[in-house]
């Protein structure tokens, strides 16, 4: 059972940056490939990024790419979505999630974080 807690949420102005950070429980998370999704009010949850567990192969969503980038560092269970350029559209709880395939499809992944709310003003 992997715990996946995410942090570095919060209120930032519209073109501003953010780092979101998840931080796993379990030594196996660096086994598995890694996800962030956001769920916007009255919106279903959407794919931002993904990255493999060695491959270093990245999806990124359209709607971010070019401003968002996925990484981490296995030696510290760690997984970070880097924001920049911020839009309020970008508002919304963002999920951090661990899964045995690297996929945009959430049920691709078998544990999720409790989210961080990111909320962008223009």
């Known amino acids: 059972q992997v715990q996946l807690v995410e942090s570095g949420g919060g209120l930032v102005q519209a073109g501003g940056s953010l780092r979101l950070s998840c931080l796993a429980s379990e030594r196996t998370f660096r086994t598995y490939a890694v996800g962030w999704f956001r769920q916007a009010p009255g919106k279903e949850r959407e794919f931002v990024a993904a990255?493999?567990?060695?491959?270093?192969?990245?999806y990124i969503s359209a709607s971010v790419k070019g401003r968002f980038t996925i990484s981490r560092d296995n030696t510290k269970n760690t997984v970070w979505l880097q924001m920049n350029t911020l839009k309020p559209d970008d508002t919304a709880v963002y999920y951090c999630?661990?899964?045995?395939?690297?996929?945009?499809?959430?049920?691709?992944?078998?544990?999720w974080g409790q989210g961080t709310q990111v909320t962008v003003s223009s």
């Open positions: 999630a661990a899964g045995r395939t690297t996929s945009g499809l959430s049920s691709s992944y078998d544990y």
């Open positions: 990255l493999a567990w060695s491959s270093g192969i990245t």
